[in-house]
């Protein structure tokens, strides 16, 4: 078979698979997520013998000492997928709440009804837990999955399939529901891209390349979780400590994260006061300062800002750092550079606060809060999928629910249009 | 300057007018929206002298007159823009809206806020009436409005633009929160396609062809109304009465529309009882009737239905009529046929309602009421800007509040993340 025939009719599996998941009991759903749980702790050998393999041919690759680590299936990843499994099966499911529902003057009773979106397809690099953490969200929410992980990845995605496609089995479920395409030319994506007919949704995670290039391709729906520039505005009255635990912990706690700090703005009358203390603290810790021409004349031992760092996600220790003439200034700033991610204000000025979080485009504006906090664990919504910087369908931490929709539903006495 | 210079600054100008409008007050909104209406009064004059260009240049190049009548500003086509307009000042504004407020165990106060999405791409095709219908939607829930109409009614979408224009900053506001592409030539549209950056959803309007094209072209999300291929079920305990109330008002009331029927399927036990009677109704009132084989045996005068009559939008008073072994097959003919658009059963048997309600795919699903409620008025949105029948962003009638999305708020206290 082409490789279009093998990917297209493995799609048109996914379709029926999604069917007959939409109306799949709670109970179902969660029974078979603990099965998956069990059958990943009795089949570990073979899972991490054929890890092993991939980490083999990544090594003689020549593969990157970053690009092994996110390859390897150790122990603790292991238990952390075991663990991930578990944690969604606990999950309230989202799949037939019905909400807004209203009496109409024409007598019929309207409301909504939350389903499953249908098929989602994953575009994803290395981590080969994303098959699992992927296929166990997709599947609580009632939607077959058909992933596609980077070819470095492809026996360690292909035994994760077959682990949790026997354990579908097993429960009498349509092991179609979580599917890997066992192609690894790259054409196999194109293709994918194109299956409108099958495919619901694309959620790619990976680089910035990856997700260009999925969204330039693809006639179906595809949630980005794109970069994040985040930034801190510290307005001319905050709490100056606050502020500087906010900047610390968004900076250093995890620099290589999407919800990290990569720029702060600073209130001109408070600079003085403030920048000189942060950069102490942040260059004791090990972070690079690139400063506007007026912040550097404070920081004399920072460097200076090129253009091109304004804007920039670091993804290290590193960050930018400009003085702005008032908020408007501050959120002129983050208009132009930032990535509609997180951004935050701290201020004790009610005013400010309420125009920041009203007037600030991002998946979430925070007032005196860490930017760390976007996340879905953190904003309750359970495990999240991703973090979407588009604003269609989904905006933010993605949860169970945002890999639901809802259908109108009506409830009639024969009622008809006049 | 070159069309692509055209389109692309015009663009770029309606990116900025979004950031203007996303804080406007609804008083200013509304404000704007009423002196609208009030110029269209006194500029009616200006604008059907305009619309007589377009009839005239459309009767030199042989529209049909369906086309032509489309095309045609009458004094009634005025009046419903006007009506219009002041029907959407009074509607609610969704922007700002916050809900889902909770405090997390992390001490933060999480919640989601309602905002635009920036600015909207309408890509539509002769009826002038759309450019009013969509700026007002658009500019109520803070979004720019890009619009490209089609190019026989450019005269009349150019002195509406320029009307809501004159309106627009005769209140100080950008008057590019609503503009009409100038350029006919049709590559207007490629471009326009392509400037992500720039725009955050488009939303066609028009026939299959334009549908389709605009979906495999574009780079920024698109949400479809597509065509309508709805299903009523009569199950084997359905009140007949009913039946027959509901079948004759899908089909024959407005069959050119959407949420018209295209496809009745009849429980074989009651077929015999039921479809001699409705057959008598529909064909009393010009109804052609296309049957399977079982169903050509009971009304002899029928035509028999070809496969292509299976999942056709007819838009026109046909109706394709067939006989079913039980509710199972009429969802799996659903499944197969139907466009997601809105489906119906007649039944008194509670389980079979509850079934059909909660596994059936469509934007909108019925017990006992006709398809035809399915509209953005009749289910209480207020004004609709289309019907989506994909499942991204919004399922069914799009009011203002699908011209909108959720951003995370956060309100701290100097938290941070461990």
Redesign the interface.
């Known amino acids: 078979m082409s490789i279009q025939d093998t990917v297209r009719s493995m799609a048109e599996q996914s379709k029926i698979a999604a069917?007959e998941l939409?109306?799949l009991s709670t109970e179902s759903k969660n029974r078979v997520l603990n099965v998956m749980a069990e059958s990943l702790v009795s089949q570990s050998e073979y899972i991490q013998k054929e890890n092993e393999k991939d980490l083999v041919a990544g090594r003689e690759k020549g593969l990157s000492n970053a690009m092994l680590d996110r390859l390897h299936l150790s122990d603790k990843v292991m238990d952390s997928m075991i663990g991930g499994l578990r944690e969604v099966a606990a999950l309230a499911d989202p799949v037939?709440e019905i909400d807004e529902m209203?009496k109409?003057p024409?007598g019929?009773v309207?409301g909504r009804?939350r389903?499953p979106?249908?098929v989602i397809g994953m575009i994803y690099e290395s981590r080969p837990n994303v098959t699992v953490d992927a296929a166990a969200l997709c599947l609580k929410a009632g939607n077959a999955v058909f992933l596609r992980g980077g070819s470095e990845a492809i026996h360690s995605n292909l035994a994760l399939a077959k682990v949790l496609q026997d354990a579908l089995a097993s429960e009498n479920i349509n092991p179609a529901a979580i599917q890997v395409v066992p192609v690894t030319d790259r054409s196999a994506i194109n293709i994918l891209l194109e299956l409108?007919e099958y495919i619901?949704?694309i959620i790619p995670r990976g680089g910035e390349n990856l997700i260009c290039f999925v969204?330039?391709n693809s006639?179906i729906?595809?949630l980005k979780h794109y970069k994040g520039v985040c930034h801190a505005y510290v307005d001319e009255d905050a709490?100056l400590e606050?502020a500087t635990?906010?900047i610390?912990?968004g900076k250093v706690?995890r620099p290589g994260v999407c919800n990290s700090l990569e720029t702060i703005l600073v209130h001109k009358e408070i600079a003085k006061a403030f920048l000189p203390v942060i950069a102490t603290s942040l260059t004791e810790t090990g972070v690079e300062l690139r400063c506007c021409p007026q912040s550097k004349v404070l920081i004399p031992n920072a460097v200076e800002a090129a253009d091109s760092d304004w804007g920039m996600e670091f993804l290290d220790l590193i960050l930018a750092v400009k003085i702005v003439d008032d908020m408007d200034a501050a959120m002129e700033h983050i208009?132009a550079y930032g990535s509609l991610h997180t951004e935050v204000i701290i201020t004790t000025d009610y005013g400010n606060?309420q125009k920041f979080?009203?007037?600030v485009?991002?998946?979430?504006?925070?007032?005196?809060?860490?930017s760390?906090?976007?996340d879905g664990g953190?904003?309750?919504l359970g495990a999240e999928i991703g973090i979407s910087t588009?604003?269609?369908?989904a905006?933010?931490?993605m949860g169970l629910r945002e890999l639901t929709?809802?259908?109108?539903?009506?409830?009639?006495?024969?009622?008809?249009?006049s």
């Open positions: 069917r939409a109306s037939g209203v109409r024409s019929i309207v009804m389903v979106l249908g409108e619901d949704l969204s330039e006639r729906p595809v709490d606050m635990d906010i610390m912990n706690q208009a606060a979080i009203r007037e485009d991002a998946s979430a504006v925070m007032v005196n809060a860490s760390r906090f976007n953190q904003f309750g588009t604003k269609l369908h905006y933010g931490p929709t809802r259908k109108f539903i009506v409830y009639g006495d024969g009622e008809i249009r």
